[in-house]
Each structure stands twice: as structure tokens, then as C-alpha cells.
């Protein structure tokens, strides 16, 4: 599979990331049999949170791998904290509880990239410094980032944080491309979008921070899917007319809607599907035009200016 080096780092990571919020729903060998699809067509990159299914996935995950030295030398993985029944909880005591917990579950020494998982209203930068300084002497985390922040407040954060924030995870999708919109409508007395990120689009390039979509297929926050959705017309037709040109599914080129823009994305899958993940897959063979990446974009509702 194509790669990409993530954010600043030197670490070459797959242009698709596998999520693994959903594996609760998968039986045992299922479970096996899903994590190996990924490997074998070289998606080796995982994405964890500590949330998701409470720890329960990350446990059925590293059972599904089989987890053991040799194996962890061949993935990536990638894990989430910060999220806590009733509240957000970035404090030094919290990351560092919520790391080592998530390292018992995937049984294994280290992550290679861990995300601060939504913004903590009450976050003191400082205990957020000193819990990265630690992860990082101990070996226990190689990399960090963000998910759902704004350029504000990972500037805040960079300013007392020595480690570059190497991923921004964002909830992107053709349907819900509201930081592409709004760059487009830049000064318009009626922008078809407001600016509500702060950029962020355009910031995480210039401080060469991987975007990696989440929900790709999604609209609303998680209202349902827009492939095969009859509130989506035009966008499916125009889908399936040009999956129909390169010879691959609807959800392939969903994908390949995101990874065509120059930004560099690493979407994040959600799919137990063994035939959907490996339409997602086969997304890092697909380049579309750029006639195509806007006749999907218009398709999907959106007015150029």
C-alpha cells in the first residue's frame, strides 16, 4: 500500500488507517480474520481509543493478533485518551493512568502514536508537557497528537510541549467537508459554510500535521452513511459513475475522494466488513481527477462561490 510519512516524523506509516472502535462486534474468529485481511493487503496501521467498547477493543484486538514481539514489530498502532464518563481529563495524572492501561490491554511495551482524544476545557498545557516527557523517556509512547482541535489550541499546546504533535484526527467526509467549504468561501457576504476551525485545514499543512479523517462515510455527526442513501441522490449517482470508470466500488472511491486532496490524509476506517475494508484499501491505487474531486463535491450539495 502507498505510504505516507506521518506529520513531521520519520515514521512511514499506510495512507489508510484501520479502525478498531467496532471489532467488539465481531466474534472471535472473525475478529482474526478481519485483522489478518488488513495485514495481508498491507494495512498494518490500527487506531485505538481508550473509550471504545471501555478498553473492551483494544483487549479483543490484541487477542484477534495474536499479540507477541514478532508481531508487534510488524504494526503500527495508534491509541486515544482523554475522554472520561461526563467529562474531558487531560491532566499528567490522567494520561499517564490511561497509557499504561491501554498498553496492559494491547499487551504490549509501547504506542507508536498516541492522540489527546476531544479538547479538555480545562486543560492545563503544563501537566500535558510533563506526562509527554515521561511517556516519551520510559519508551512507552514514540509519537503524539491530537484529535478534534482547532489550530489554537495545539498552538497552546506546542508552546509548552517539546514533542511535534504529528496527527490532527478530524471528522471529514464528502458530506461533511465543512474546512474545505469554508476555505473556498473566503470572504462572502453568504458562505455556503462558516469558519469554525480556525483554518485548520490549512494550518495542519502548514505545520505539515497529518489529517486523519474519521467517520468517511458518515453525515451528520452519526446520523448514517450516505452511500446508498436515498437522501443523497445526485452524490451516489456521480459516485457510481465514476467507481464504474476505474472498475471499483462506491466505497473505494469515497475514499479516494479524501486521500486526492494534496493535504496528505490518512483516513481512519470503521468498517468489520472484510469486502468494505478492502474496498477502502484499494483507495491508495486510486487518483482522481481533478474534474472528478469536484463533480463529487457538487454532487454532494456543495455550491462553489
Known sequence: MRTIKLGTSTLEVPVIAVGCMRI?????????????????????????ADIYGAGTCEEIFADAIQMNDAVREKIILQSKCGIRKGMFDFSKEHILESVDGILKRLRTDYLDVLLLHRPDALVEPEEVAEAFDLLESSGKVRHFGVSNQNPMQIQLLQKYVKQPLVANQLQLSITNSTMITSGMNVNMENAA????????????????????????????????????????????????????KYEVSSTTIAIAWLLRHPARMQPVTGTMNLERITDCIKASEVHLTRQEWYEIYRSAGNVLP
Open 24 to 48: 467488539k462486534s465481531l466474534s472471535k474468529p472473525d475478529a482474526e480474520r478481519f485483522v489478518q485481511t488488513a495485514l495481508e493487503q498491507g494495512a498494518n496501521f490500527f487506531d485505538h
Open 193 to 244: 459554510a462558516v469558519n469554525r476551525d480556525g483554518s485548520v485545514l490549512d494550518f495542519c499543512r502548514l505545520n505539515d500535521i497529518t489529517i486523519q479523517p474519521w467517520s468517511p462515510f458518515q453525515y451528520g455527526f452519526f446520523e448514517g452513511v450516505f452511500l446508498g442513501s436515498d437522501k443523497f441522490p445526485e452524490l451516489n449517482q456521480k459516485i457510481d459513475e465514476i467507481a464504474a
